[in-house]
């Protein structure tokens, strides 16, 4: 897709197909007020650390870094039983997000988003639907997550948005979130998959009942193989007209590998197991925008998380073995 404005581009097919002439778009989004401990706004100078833009670069991509978003600092502090901690602050930043994302698309880069808690997901996300919305198509989404991150402000154990994303982008809970980008909901259930579960509140399980969204959580892929889970996630969210997006929180990861997020649970995917999923991704061909959050420099040990952050993102851009 070539750089045109955004009134021609807007009667183009957008581009899902990986390329490596396409040009990567970096965009760093340094958010913490979705979590509840320090170091995760720390992340995307951890995976800029561990090399990411000149280990993409020698993929062959050409790599356009944005910097930072300016995350405005807090007027006050939230009250414990708050069920929306720092409501306005995640607002403002994922609406900056989503239209940088947006602007990414109409000019035919792929946005790669580092995090920064699972919050900014409501805006990179809703970058790329209000990008399909113009041009009457669907999109698909792949949700790598130990958590479903599909509580509501009335069920949140803890006022923690970093746990309600996926909910607000469905169309529930708070407006300032679930209307960002100006629409709501951004998805289709039926054209969204989770992969990794294994924590998941009680609010939550009856939301995902209801709207029947698909979840391959831990058991699932013990028993049938990561192989086939990625086939059939991978088949529904190409189902969408426009590609899918990937977000990938690196508390999906096992522990073992990946001890630096705030929000650890044992018995997670193993190192291969996340590698074959963004090795099938990028052989499927239909990512439109990729995500890597919740790495906390703080619990990190010599940044081995963030590297393992970076691995994930070449393996889906193309990276292969031989």
């Given at each position: 897709?070539?750089?045109?404005?955004?009134?021609?581009?807007?009667?183009?097919?957008?581009?899902?197909?990986?390329?490596?002439?396409?040009?990567?778009?970096?965009?760093?989004?340094?958010?913490?007020?979705?979590?509840?401990?320090?170091?995760?706004?720390?992340?995307?100078?951890?995976?800029?650390?561990?090399?990411?833009?000149?280990?993409?670069?020698?993929?062959?991509?050409?790599?356009?870094?944005?910097?930072?978003?300016?995350?405005?600092?807090?007027?006050?502090?939230?009250?414990?039983?708050?069920?929306?901690?720092?409501?306005?602050?995640?607002?403002?930043?994922?609406?900056?997000?989503?239209?940088?994302?947006?602007?990414?698309?109409?000019?035919?880069?792929?946005?790669?988003?580092?995090?920064?808690?699972?919050?900014?997901?409501?805006?990179?996300?809703?970058?790329?639907?209000?990008?399909?919305?113009?041009r009457s198509e669907t999109m698909g989404l792949i949700w790598f997550d130990a958590h479903a991150d599909m509580n509501t402000p009335e069920t949140t154990?803890?006022?923690?948005?970093?746990?309600?994303?996926?909910?607000?982008?469905?169309?529930?809970?708070?407006?300032?979130?679930?209307?960002?980008?100006?629409?709501?909901?951004?998805?289709?259930?039926?054209?969204?998959?989770?992969?990794?579960?294994?924590?998941?509140?009680?609010?939550?399980?009856?939301?995902?009942?209801?709207?029947?969204?698909?979840?391959?959580?831990?058991?699932?892929?013990?028993?049938?193989?990561?192989?086939?889970?990625?086939?059939?996630?991978?088949?529904?969210?190409?189902?969408?007209?426009?590609?899918?997006?990937?977000?990938?929180?690196?508390?999906?990861?096992?522990?073992?590998?990946?001890?630096?997020?705030?929000?650890?649970?044992?018995g997670g995917l193993t190192y291969r197991e996340s590698h074959l999923a963004m090795e099938k991704i990028a052989e499927a061909g239909g990512m439109c925008s990729l995500e890597v959050v919740e790495i906390n420099t703080?619990?990190?040990?010599?940044?081995?998380?963030?590297?393992?952050?970076?691995?994930?993102?070449?393996?889906?851009?193309?990276?292969?073995?031989?």
């Open positions: 897709m070539s750089n045109q404005s955004t009134t021609e581009t807007s009667l183009a097919p957008i581009a899902t197909v990986l390329d490596p002439d396409r040009t990567v778009r970096i965009l760093g989004v340094p958010m913490a007020y979705g979590a509840s401990m320090a170091g995760v706004d720390m992340g995307p100078a951890a995976l800029r650390v561990a090399r990411l833009n000149e280990r993409i670069a020698e993929l062959g991509y050409q790599v356009q870094d944005s910097g930072d978003l300016r995350v405005e600092r807090p007027k006050s502090r939230p009250k414990p039983d708050d069920k929306l901690k720092y409501l306005s602050e995640i607002s403002a930043a994922c609406e900056q997000l989503a239209a940088e994302v947006h602007q990414a698309l109409t000019v035919g880069e792929l946005p790669i988003i580092l995090g920064g808690d699972h919050s900014i997901a409501i805006g990179s996300i809703a970058g790329l639907a209000s990008f399909c919305r113009e154990p803890s006022g923690n948005i970093h746990g309600m994303p996926l909910s607000a982008l469905l169309g529930y809970g708070a407006p300032a979130l679930t209307n960002v980008a100006g629409f709501a909901p951004k998805l289709d259930p039926n054209l969204c998959a989770h992969v990794g579960a294994r924590d998941i509140d009680r609010g939550e399980r009856e939301l995902i009942r209801q709207l029947g969204i698909r979840f391959f959580t831990m058991r699932e892929i013990d028993e049938r193989g990561m192989s086939a889970c990625m086939d059939e996630a991978i088949t529904i969210a190409s189902r969408a007209s426009a590609g899918y997006a990937v977000t990938f929180d690196v508390d999906a990861l096992d522990p073992g590998d990946a001890p630096g997020s705030g929000t650890l649970v044992r703080a619990l990190d040990v010599n940044n081995r998380t963030a590297e393992l952050g970076v691995e994930m993102i070449l393996s889906a851009l193309g990276k292969t073995i031989l």
